[in-house]
């Protein structure tokens, strides 16, 4: 068509320059400047043929058109903005026709102008355009122009004489495209370069191809993402130069710039870069073709090629040989279809190939020498594409498909293979999903890929030379530390890491990398997955760690970061497999300076290293402190305490069976320095504050790591000789502890961190005693009473308006802490203070005014305060933990004195004690004192509320009401507290459902009765978010009614039903990944003591189905012959058919395993649980419910139970089979398929009738009945039908039932024809199944009645149930 125009336009005027001079009049729209491009054309094609007009004319008119149309035309255009690439608004397209028309042109004019000289002034006028074009807005038009007039021009450019500029022009748009250039043009201008700039110049061959080559293939250049991009769009528009075919036009200009681009190591790793990394799917196709066009040309010009060596060893990135041709082609033609398959992203389409990817290993390696054929980074692609794939099967597919690589075959060793495992392979191992069960595993079944990651790591490391093996090591550990993992794949990491053979791989940068690892990726993971991880990487430091590379002093910095109270507790396995560990080690540990001076004889490197500790920590020099000094921190003491207790075992390792004293013999050396300290407490009124701090901290410390974990210390021959050797220095440490606290002496801010530490060595002190027989003349009973008494002295001499100096109010906190410590202690029966009267102490607390806040020191001395360490606690702390103390003591109080706290303020019991008879007001102050403490320090309160609400719940119930809210607001706000929400929200559960509460308030039915009813549906709300409070509520409360078992609790408990109610259906359907960490948490506890963990962390029991379990077990131990047991359970029995009836109504999805399944299902399981405990008058209540449950269409699972209570039923109680039998007489319409529930009932008939001695009109009736529904238009009912035919004429024949003798013939004949059906049809093989199924074989209703049937059977119905 543009022919025709240009056609007949020249039929208008032979004269090119009146022809060309109207065309370039008027306005430059896109239609004219492509006429004119269609004319410039057809004058150059004529001017080819010879056959053109005006020899000398059409030159001179080329050379206007260019310099007074075109040229002007394109310097207007470079000012107007581009539009974006992806989608140009309608000025911006019309402008690149306009472009694109114009360098069309242009191109034709600098052939018609008869010399190079209009192209080489074009080209250089474009050039200094384009690199003058910036990212500024308006000049991304400046640079379109200037590609555009250069890849017109360029083609015209001579190869030799206009070269340099050719040269520059190529390495100038190569920078724009690869983005070498910062302040270069924007994306679109550089994918314009990359697009038709540098392809057109590659086409020129000569000096320009070579420069674009060389500039691709430059060491410089960048292999980013963003520029592989690029870099394959020029390759693959050059690739015919590139990769030449035999005999094509291009091969004699490929062959004279010298380019083979198959020899290239650096084009083949682009290609790789495309192939994985790209992100793009039209990159990684241009990389695709790249690579089948290399391996074509190849294939076709049939001689050896090898690719130039590049990073590292091992073979070419590409090579070629003729011999091996066929296999050859066979690799790339299996690599390539592996590579596009994996673009489809589906699995079902993927699956079929991956055994492909085993024959490229195969290929790969060689038979004869064990080495690698083809670069392994070819087959590295292929995994890092399936490792980034959206869908999560393929790259779990993926990931098990390369660590299953080292279970059949054994492949030589890669640095590329280290370095992927490194990288690819551990960034896809962090997806948590990876790691869940296979379908049909049980719970609690270890990860099939966790198993897989551990063969792979043992086997892979086995085959490392041991050169490389340490640095892969380290480096794998730096990648643990290098993200945040979640807890699944960091577990199983870190158990594949301590599965590893022992070997000498990590030096003292393992070691830190390991700590890094429990350091950093270990705060808020679950605490069992945590634990148990903390266990595995320990486990790997003793395995892998070369101990003649690290000292004892790093061991022990390394220890501090395994946590005891999560991993590393005393007497479990974990701690004896590193004290065998430390013993079989101990004398190769690098010597530290430190202890190469202990001059001790016959000594081990361990035991003179810890007693050199305890010296070096006892030993405190001057000015280390002074009086006002702050209280060192707890790390050094936690350290020595460790270290003293392991060296303690290893030692009795060695002395197992000879030598008992020695151990004996050695503690007391290591404890020489302590022990001779705490002696001198109650004599050296010098010794320095900052030793006393130390030596306390240290006693603390090796007690409470010397607990020995999951069993007692009565057997512990350490914790024996710790314990008297600790006693014999109480006198000493109980007169410096009573002095301190009682003299005035602690009178700064931080002196309360010391009060603190005082109260806690005196109470382990007191349990020490109590520990060997308490004596009432110890030196600890000694120091109680004058505590005591010195206590309310300070405070009573304080209350007489001294002045509020910074001193006195901290010795007035410090007196308060130590009261509220003795009231503590003192509820111990052993410790008793004094009688049950009231005397002193009782006096002084009960009159203390509640409350009083500690005031704030007087103006002048605040600098001295604020002055003190940051880790002094500010004032608003201060006074808060005084008013928590006095709760405390009024706590203690409130127990002593319960009985006598009055109903009402009016009435008055003997002795008086103030705060005991105005229990309003104690009330009142509990609520004032919920508003001002914090969260944390409400748990004192909360025990003066469990004792003063019962009193005055009847009284003063809006009060009490007032204070279910407070608590409950506090409660609410903690939910993501872990630390301090357990056990303020147990106290919270025992105030307010306390069985007094519960009984007073069910009695009144108050507002108080229906506040604890929406308190008790709030929990359950917030179970749903958080797991194990429901758990707490529903085993306090059962507790408590069985405990107290009486029909007054029992008739309380019903009305309270809805919460065991909501117990029995308790349990929320949890999100995938949430699933995975139960599954996981359970595998481990499965573990038992093999892991460290499950015998440090306490089970707390906070899974979901605990709550059902305590349900169960409360229903279980009520009795059936107590009238207010059975009104309760048949008052739960109503409540859950009436909930079954409500979730069938729903109009939310009922779906396998949705929520609205498992209620259904539990609710059943329940009332099968209830159903013995039902007598005939209360099952005639409740039949009709239960019959019209089975009318329901019910999930399998629920079906099969409600048939099994029906059967269990009617065996029972034949009397209902009348009713039984008119759920046959519905409509049709209304039954449906339902009715099959019906007849697999009658498939136990024999079941039914086993107690009725006249069983004939029961058949007859039966059997009348299923005959019926056997010639029913629905298959599924005729299945049943038959199925319930064949059970019951068998009875029937048994029987020798006359009447029915004329049915003989045509009852089998049909049961015959349906046994011997022929074909292979759904029919026959649907019959075939049912029979077999367990429901109807295996299957007994009376003999499978037991609680782990019923919590079984629905599921595993369910499972195996025929649809």
Not at 337 to 350: A, F, K, P, W
Request: glycine residues 6%; charged residues 20%.
């Amino acid at each position: 068509m543009e022919w025709v125009l240009a056609d007949a336009l020249l039929s208008q005027s032979r004269d090119p320059r009146v022809l060309l001079g109207a065309l370039c009049r008027g306005e430059a729209s896109a239609e004219r400047v492509e006429t004119l491009c269609f004319l410039l054309q057809r004058l150059e094609d004529e001017e080819a043929r010879g056959g053109g007009g005006g020899a000398g004319a059409l030159p001179e008119a080329a050379r206007e058109v260019a310099a007074g149309y075109l040229v002007p035309l394109l310097r207007g255009l470079r000012g107007c903005p581009a539009g974006g690439a992806d989608d140009p608004g309608p000025a911006a397209r019309q402008r690149r026709r306009v472009l694109r028309a114009a360098g069309a042109a242009l191109r034709s004019c600098a052939r018609l102008a008869g010399g190079p000289q209009l192209a080489a002034a074009l080209a250089e006028e474009a050039l200094c355009d384009l690199l003058n074009a910036g990212p500024a807005p308006g000049l991304e038009g400046a640079a379109e122009a200037a590609v555009e007039v250069l890849a017109a021009v360029g083609p015209c450019l001579r190869p030799r004489e206009d070269a340099p500029l050719l040269e520059r022009v190529a390495r100038a748009a190569l920078a724009l495209a690869l983005g070498g250039d910062k302040a270069g043009p924007s994306p679109d201008a550089a994918a314009l370069v990359a697009g038709r700039l540098l392809p057109a110049l590659g086409r020129c061959g000569g000096a320009a191809l070579r420069a674009v080559w060389g500039g691709l293939v430059a060491p410089g250049v960048s292999e980013g993402p963003g520029r592989v991009g690029s870099q394959l769009l020029i390759l693959s528009a050059l690739a015919e130069k590139l990769l030449p075919e035999p005999g094509a036009d291009s091969v004699p200009a490929s062959r004279e710039a010298g380019l083979d681009a198959r020899r290239c190591w650096r084009f083949w790793s682009t290609v790789q870069a495309g192939l994985a990394w790209s992100e793009d799917a039209l990159t990684r196709k241009r990389a695709r073709y790249l690579l089948q066009r290399a391996v074509e040309v190849s294939a076709e010009l049939g001689t050896d090629c090898a690719c130039a060596p590049g990073e590292g060893t091992g073979p070419s990135l590409f090579w070629w040989s003729e011999k091996k041709k066929d296999e050859l082609l066979k690799f790339w033609e299996n690599y390539i279809l592996i590579m596009e398959t994996l673009e489809g992203n589906q699995i079902h389409v993927i699956k079929p190939v991956l055994p492909k990817l085993n024959s490229l290993f195969e290929y790969a390696v060689s038979e004869e020498n064990g080495c690698w054929l083809f670069h392994p980074s070819w087959h590295l692609c292929i995994y890092k594409r399936m490792f980034e794939s959206e869908n999560k099967i393929l790259t779990k597919e993926g990931v098990t498909h390369f660590l299953e690589l080292y279970e059949t075959r054994i492949l030589p060793f890669s640095p590329e293979i280290s370095e992927f495992i490194i990288g690819p392979l551990m960034d896809a191992l962090s997806e948590s999903s990876l790691y869940s069960r296979s379908p049909g595993q049980l719970i609690g079944s270890v990860s099939p890929l966790g198993l897989k990651l551990q063969k792979f790591l043992v086997t892979y490391i086995s085959f490392l030379p041991e050169e490389i093996k340490s640095s892969f090591l380290l480096k794998f550990i730096q990648k643990m530390t290098s993200r945040h993992w979640c807890a699944v794949p960091i577990l199983f990491l870190s158990k594949a890491l301590a599965n590893i053979p022992r070997c000498k791989a990590l030096g003292m940068e393992g070691l830190l990398a390991l700590r890094d690892v429990l350091q950093c990726t270990m705060i808020t993971h679950q605490i069992l997955l945590r634990g148990a991880a903390q266990c595995y990487l320990l486990q790997t430091a003793m395995n892998l760690v070369d101990v003649e590379k690290v000292s004892l002093s790093d061991i022990s910095t390394f220890l501090m970061s395994v946590r005891q109270e999560e991993s590393l507790g005393r007497g479990t396995s974990l701690w004896m497999e590193l004290c065998d560990w430390l013993r079989i080690n101990e004398s190769y540990f690098k010597q530290s300076s430190s202890c190469s001076s202990t001059g001790l004889h016959e000594t081990s490197s361990l035991n003179a290293y810890v007693r050199n500790l305890v010296q070096e920590y006892i030993r405190s020099s001057a000015w280390e402190g002074g009086e006002n000094s702050c209280m060192p921190d707890w790390f050094e003491a936690k350290l020595v305490a460790l270290m003293v207790l392991l060296a303690i075992d290893v030692e009795r390792m060695k002395s197992q069976y000879s030598e008992k004293r020695r151990t004996q013999n050695v503690l007391r050396i290591f404890l020489d320095p302590l022990l001779d300290a705490l002696v001198k407490f109650g004599t050296n009124a010098y010794m320095p504050l900052l030793k006393t701090d130390r030596c306390l901290q240290l006693l603390l410390k090796l007690l409470h790591t010397c607990l020995l974990k999951g069993s007692g210390t009565q057997d512990d021959e350490v914790f024996t000789l710790l314990q008297n050797f600790i006693m014999s220095t109480t006198e000493s440490i109980s007169e410096f502890i009573l002095r301190r606290l009682t003299m005035n002496e602690l009178s700064t801010v931080s002196d309360l961190d010391r009060c603190h530490l005082y109260l806690m060595v005196l109470t382990e002190l007191i349990n020490l005693h109590l520990n060997v027989g308490w004596k009432r003349g110890n030196p600890i009973w000694k120091v109680i009473s004058p505590l005591k008494n010195a206590s309310i002295r300070h405070l009573q001499e304080m209350d007489r308006g001294q002045e509020p100096t910074l001193g006195r109010q901290i010795q007035r906190a410090v007196s308060m802490a130590a009261l509220a410590m003795v009231c503590e202690v003192s509820q111990k029966p052993e410790l008793q203070l004094d009688s049950l009267d009231a005397g002193p102490p009782e006096t002084f607390i009960s009159s203390l005014q509640l409350n009083q806040t500690l005031q704030k020191p007087h103006t002048e001395e605040e600098s001295s305060f604020f002055e003190e360490s940051s880790s002094s606690q500010g004032w608003g702390k201060i006074a808060a933990q005084y008013i928590h103390d006095q709760w405390v003591c009024l706590s203690f109080l409130l127990r002593k004195c319960h009985t006598l706290i009055p109903a009402s303020e009016g009435e008055i019991l003997e002795p008086t004690l103030p705060a005991v008879p105005m229990a309003v007001r104690t009330l009142q102050s509990a609520l004032e004192a919920l508003t001002v403490l914090p969260s944390e320090q409400v748990l004192p309160v909360f025990h003066c509320m469990k004792i003063l609400v019962p009193k005055l719940l009847t009284t003063s119930e809006s009060l009490c009401i007032e204070s279910f809210d407070m608590a409950w607001k506090i409660i609410a706000s903690l939910s993501n507290t872990q630390l301090i929400f357990w056990s303020n929200f147990k106290a919270f559960v025992q105030f307010v459902f306390d069985p007094k509460v519960l009984t007073i308030a069910a009695k009144i039915k108050g507002q108080a009765y229906f506040k604890i009813k929406e308190v008790m549906y709030r929990i359950i709300e917030m179970s749903a978010i958080k797991t194990g409070v429901f758990n707490i509520l529903i085993s306090y409360c059962c507790r408590s009614w069985v405990v107290s078992a009486s029909n007054v609790s029992l008739s309380i408990a019903k009305n309270y039903s809805e919460l065991v109610l909501e117990a029995c259906i308790f349990g929320t359907v949890f999100r995938r990944d949430q699933r995975l960490i139960q599954d996981v948490q359970t595998f481990i506890e499965n573990l038992g003591h093999e892991c460290a963990a499950n015998v440090v962390i306490e089970n707390t029991k906070r899974e979901d189905h605990y709550v059902r379990i305590c349900a169960v077990k409360f229903l279980c131990l009520l009795d059936g012959s107590n009238m207010s047991h059975k009104l309760f359970m048949e008052d739960l029995a109503i409540k859950l058919l009436d909930k079954d009836e409500l979730v069938s109504k729903s109009r939310t999805r009922y779906y396998v395993n949705s929520q609205q399944h498992r209620v259904k299902n539990r609710i059943w399981q329940i009332l099968l649980v209830l159903f013995p405990k039902f007598d005939q008058n209360f099952l005639n209540k409740i039949i009709d419910k239960i019959f019209q449950a089975g009318f329901i269409n019910n999930q399998a699972s629920i079906k099969y139970f409600i048939e099994w209570i029906i059967i269990l039923i009617l065996h029972k109680f034949p009397q209902f089979l009348p009713k039984f039998w008119n759920c046959f007489s519905y409509g049709e319409e209304n039954l449906k398929t339902s009715i099959c529930t019906f007849l697999s009932v009658l498939s136990h008939l024999d079941v039914i009738t086993e107690t009725i001695l006249e069983k004939k009109l029961i058949l007859k009736q039966a059997l009348t009945i299923v005959l019926q529904w056997c010639f029913n238009h629905n298959f599924s009912i005729r299945l049943y039908a038959l199925v319930a035919l064949k059970k019951i004429w068998s009875l029937c024949k048994g029987l020798h039932i006359e009447e029915l003798a004329a049915l003989t013939s045509v009852i089998e004949s049909s049961l015959s024809q349906v046994e011997n059906m022929h074909g292979a049809g759904s029919a026959k093989k649907n019959w075939q199944r049912i029979q077999e199924h367990f429901f109807f074989t295996a299957f007994h209703p009376l003999k499978d009645y037991c609680l782990e049937v019923r919590g079984f059977s629905g599921t595993f119905l369910q499972l195996i149930c025929v649809n």
